[in-house]
């Protein structure tokens, strides 16, 4: 069997969502009646690029040319060294263009919908870099684009909200209830629902309703499908582990879905542990979240007993939320893919670790799984395979990271 017929078994196996668009008992579409047509439109349009040659030549001449792709699987020789054990690859989405995985599910939903014969798109955004992406595809593509943002969020990212405005992008701020992610998430559906026939709405990550999860998860599934035929080219096999960091899981499930079918891979997903498990100081939904619903899907989520949306925290903002895409708790139910947190510290930690011995830097959200690689690599034969996905690059974070640590003041 060579490698590309494993991947089609693989996709084979795993066709959900189903026709209502539930994994399982999660996912769904929960929202009001005049989005529903639009989500019907969305899933329709979506469901025929897939047998459409131009728009999938399209994509991948953008991927190629625009994003970068294939971004490297790269051998961390001397973490590898430094841990004494598992051998360990990063795929270098950091190196994608604007510096992170993001832009995979923006370039391909804005072609979506240029496809569809709409000139606007709209998006949130909380740390502002699904903002980023999506104004650089909407600028690529001759989209207008606005981007709803709180006003509390617009204030810590200043340097994004500059970025988006470079690239013709509108940011709209947004005043109502905590000012940050959820309420912009709130306003950007009102607009889509009032603006539905010509704007398409880029939601960023793998939640909300059905179709949004599929499709993100579909344009992010490239990750995985390149890290499959690159490994095989560098080793000639599967790896043991995969590991990556999960906020609302898109990056996550971009490396893992091509491996699902594959028993023999471990997959292990990252959640904020942030200061400790403890209600308001973690955004580790596995842990401490309940079966809820959050901006129309059934997932976990971190809530009061009266189903009050709970407080987060994290020292990463793109892992600082209060839900996460319903694929993920359903693997998590079926115990697919194991789920654990790193805390603030070890994810501060792992971030100069990684500078220090590879030259990379890696967005916080990234440092989370790099925790993870210093946690179970060591335990592990020098001849196993662990992939990490390195999602972003850390330099937006430098300047936050700089509060907490001092790097070569120490000892
Ligand atoms: C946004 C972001 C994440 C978290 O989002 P997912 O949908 O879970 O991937 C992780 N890493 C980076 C670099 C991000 O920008």
């Excluded at 989405?93 to 939903?109: F, P």
């Excluded at 981007?147 to 690239?167: A, H, K, P, T």
């Excluded at 179709?211 to 043991?240: H, N, S, V, W, Y």
């Excluded at 936050?400 to 001092?406: D, N, T």
Aim: charged share 25%; hydrophobic share 40%.
């Amino acid at each position: 069997m060579n490698n590309s017929d494993i991947s089609s078994t693989t996709r084979e196996k795993h066709r959900w969502p189903d026709a209502q668009g539930r994994y399982g008992r999660y996912g769904g579409k929960y929202v009001p009646e005049t989005l529903m047509y639009a989500l019907d439109e969305l899933e329709a349009a979506y469901r025929e690029t897939a047998e459409d040659d131009a728009f999938q030549t399209q994509l991948a001449d953008y991927q190629r040319h625009y994003v970068g792709r294939p971004t490297p699987l790269y051998s961390a020789k001397r973490l590898t060294e430094y841990l004494g054990g598992a051998n360990v690859y990063f795929k270098r989405e950091d190196l994608a263009h604007t510096g992170a995985h993001k832009i995979n599910n923006a370039l391909g939903q804005c072609l979506l919908a240029k496809r569809m014969g709409k000139p606007r798109v709209i998006a949130e955004t909380g740390a502002g870099q699904h903002g980023v992406a999506t104004a650089t595809a909407a600028a690529l593509l001759g989209l207008d684009c606005e981007i709803y943002m709180g006003s509390e969020d617009m204030e810590r990212q200043r340097l994004n909200v500059f970025r988006m405005r470079l690239m013709g992008a509108k940011v709209v701020a947004v005043d109502s209830g905590s000012r940050t992610l959820k309420d912009a998430i709130n306003e950007a559906l009102r607009d889509w629902a009032a603006n539905v026939e010509r704007t398409h709405y880029v939601l960023g990550t793998v939640h909300g309703p059905h179709p949004f999860p599929m499709i993100c998860r579909d344009f992010q599934a490239i990750i995985g499908r390149e890290t499959r035929a690159q490994l095989f080219e560098a080793e000639g096999r599967l790896p043991d582990m995969m590991i990556a960091c999960v906020g609302g899981g898109s990056n996550a499930i971009g490396l893992f879905f091509d491996f699902l079918g594959d028993e023999s891979v471990r997959m292990i997903g990252v959640e904020a542990g942030g200061t400790k498990i403890a209600p308001g100081m973690h955004a580790a939904r596995f842990s401490g979240g309940s079966l809820g619903m959050l901006q129309g899907a059934v997932s976990y989520v971190l809530q009061d007993e009266s189903g009050l949306i709970g407080d987060t925290h994290s020292v990463s903002a793109g892992l600082d939320y209060a839900s996460v895409g319903p694929e993920h708790a359903y693997c998590f139910e079926h115990k697919r893919i194991e789920y654990t947190s790193a805390s603030d510290q070890e994810a501060l930690d792992a971030f100069q670790l990684c500078g220090r011995l590879e030259g990379i830097i890696p967005a916080l959200e990234s440092a989370h799984a790099v925790a993870e690689v210093i946690k179970r690599a060591p335990d592990m034969a020098a001849t196993d395979i662990i992939v990490m996905n390195m999602s972003g690059r850390g330099d937006k974070d430098v300047q936050h990271a700089a509060r907490f640590i001092a790097p070569g003041e120490d000892s």
